[in-house]
């Protein structure tokens, strides 16, 4: 699909022009970097639609006071065909109203667009690497991880709208103590459907029923013959079985909740055939790391505060974190020869960075954010600087039901999980309240709001003001018979129509509304914050639903006037550009835009 315009970028054009103007008339010298300047919406709208920096960035190199700047570029503005206003505010910011006209044609920009309005190139193609939910796989996920596979495909939805070449990629923990523990546990397991009691579950092993059918297979494949094994023969054997039957599950409960990735990446690939064998990838990594003088042999003092799992007292390999950031330098290798998982971390970064990826984003549960400083820290020292790491932290989820904690699953053991979450409250409600927090922020989760039909369940109001935009279609049907069913054929007749008539303040502040979309796109991608997208989209429904409620109120304000078809087609335009939009943002986090709701 195409890009569509974006009238700030129009806007912030014309300011550009108004800038170049004034330096060929003199007022100011050719040539300053006009980089800084943003045009945005006022944080007041009394002031009016627009506002811009431009004289407070520029003032010092034009060597003028930023006032004064500010008054030549809004007498060069004035002339503008596009501006009908525009003031001088403060110190020397610039308040624009444009004419009514500028908003009847985003609308038809709207129209003519299509699914594609809002799409961007603001990313240039650039590859971006979104690693999300990397669950270890040590049983079913649950509903922490239901936040961060929603949080990271959305993201990941917003990043390829706006233009970047976007791999969504799960890091498969398969190595190391858990994954261990994983298997002792299904062996335990394994037991127990042979007939054993194998009594209460020991302290350190998984104690839920999710591993059971683990242990019927292994019985079913192995009968008694691993019962004779010592375990470091079984071991091995038993663990592959174990990640393999939890990660079908995993990917199971990914399906339920329609979070999708296009690489599933193994922690043990990493290691290869063994540590030091030529296809050991952290050895290689730390090699490369000692060439470029990024690694010592030597010592740490005690970590303050929170323990460290990696820190050992005694002289080890240590990174040099600190030159890159980090609070303390980090050590590689344990005293029985084995990596930290830092060293594994480090390992697979690299292999990101060469696989093309200079624009890297992990999204990481609550309890690591003290990990963030020693990875960025990492990738900066295996890319030379070239490659950027951004961390978002996806915070706690307090689940609710009437206000009251809710008990945790009798299946998992300890925890509730993803799909008795979703089978409870259909995918839908899941996705958006997930994102209708900003990612780092705690989130209530409330079974019973969040199937309230009411306003204030964010979910159920903006998928019914789509809703409610498709019930004005089929109701149309009566005025203009002829009118499309199919939303681009609408589109394409509805553009056409004057808009001139659109003049009601609620008509207008709806078409400022959609046409803000674009830029929230941009913003949205730019932050690496879908959450964004949740909270234009309510607000665009609410304002879309107190203008059907007006008409309630006064009729001639209704989007279907009886005895003028002309009129009822001019508002079914504004209708149309709403619930295009509605569709594009749901779409992007990943939740249905319905026809009618039931």
């Given amino acids: 699909m195409s890009q569509s315009p974006n009238i700030f970028a129009l806007v912030l054009d014309k300011v550009r022009a108004a800038n170049a103007a004034l330096a060929a008339d003199g007022v100011m010298p050719a040539g300053l970097d006009q980089s800084r300047i943003v045009v945005e919406p006022p944080r007041d709208a009394a002031h009016g639609d627009m506002a811009t920096n431009a004289a407070m960035v520029l003032a010092k190199d034009a060597g003028k006071k930023p006032r004064d700047l500010a008054e030549a570029i809004a007498g060069k503005l004035r002339a503008d065909a596009l501006v009908d206003t525009v003031e001088v505010a403060g110190p020397g910011f610039i308040n624009l109203t444009l004419k009514p006209a500028a908003w009847t044609e985003e609308l038809r920009v709207v129209l003519a667009a299509g699914a594609g309005y809002g799409r961007s190139g603001l990313g240039q193609a650039e590859p971006v690497n979104v690693e999300y939910v990397s669950a270890n796989p040590t049983g079913p996920m649950h509903v922490g991880h239901c936040r961060g596979a929603v949080f990271g495909d959305a993201l990941a939805n917003l990043l390829s709208f706006a233009g970047y070449k976007v791999t969504r990629e799960y890091y498969v923990n398969d190595a190391g103590a858990q994954v261990d523990a994983l298997a002792r546990s299904a062996f335990l397991r394994y037991r127990e459907a042979l007939g054993e009691d194998i009594g209460p579950i020991p302290e350190g092993l998984y104690p839920g029923d999710y591993l059971k059918p683990v242990g019927e297979a292994l019985a079913e494949e192995y009968g008694r013959a691993l019962l004779q094994q010592p375990e470091s023969d079984w071991l091995p054997t038993v663990r592959q079985r174990a990640i393999d039957m939890m990660m079908d599950e995993i990917r199971g409960d990914l399906t339920t909740l329609n979070v999708r990735h296009d690489v599933f990446f193994s922690e043990r690939s990493l290691i290869g055939s063994g540590i030091g064998q030529p296809d050991d990838q952290v050895a290689r990594t730390i090699d490369v790391l000692r060439q470029d003088g990024h690694i010592y042999e030597g010592r740490l003092p005690p970590p303050k505060g929170a ?22 330098d980090r050590p590689l290798m344990k005293s029985d020869g084995t990596y930290t998982y830092f060293a594994s971390d480090i390992a697979y970064h690299r292999n990101k960075f060469e696989r ?16 963030i400083k020693r990875v960025q820290a990492a990738v900066k020292a295996i890319s030379g600087g070239k490659a950027e790491l951004d961390v978002k932290i996806v915070q706690l989820v307090k689940l609710l039901r009437a206000g009251e904690p809710v008990k945790m699953s009798k299946r998992a053991g300890d925890f509730v999980t993803l799909r008795e979450v979703v089978d409870e409250v259909g995918r839908d409600a899941v996705r958006f309240m997930m994102l209708y927090r900003k990612n780092d922020a705690v989130l209530d989760f409330d079974f019973v709001k969040v199937q309230e039909q009411s306003r204030d369940n964010p979910v159920f109001y903006v998928q019914y003001g789509h809703a409610r935009g498709c019930s004005v279609f089929r109701n149309a049907a009566e005025v203009v018979p002829d009118l499309p069913t199919d939303a681009d054929a609408r589109s394409k007749l509805l553009k056409e129509i004057p808009l001139e008539r659109l003049d009601d303040p609620g008509e207008a502040s709806l078409m400022r509304r959609l046409a803000l979309y674009p830029r929230l796109v941009e913003a949205a991608a730019g932050a690496h914050e879908p959450h964004r997208v949740a909270f234009y989209l309510y607000e665009l429904a609410s304002e879309f639903h107190a203008q059907w409620n007006r008409g309630k109120d006064t009729p001639h304000l209704r989007f279907i006037i009886q005895n003028d078809p002309l009129m009822t087609m001019t508002r079914l335009a504004l209708v149309q550009g709403v619930v295009t939009v509605l569709a594009s943002g749901l779409g992007l986090l990943g939740v249905e835009a319905p026809e009618e709701m039931r």
């Avoid at 080890?316 to 890159?324: H, K, P, V």
Wanted: hydrophobic share 30%.
């Fill in 356 to 371: 093309g990826f200079n624009n890297l984003i992990d999204v990481w549960g609550a309890d690591h954010g003290g990990y």
């Fill in 307 to 328: 323990p460290d799992d990696d820190w050992e007292d005694r002289e080890q390999t240590l990174f040099r974190a600190t030159d890159f950031g980090d609070d303390v």
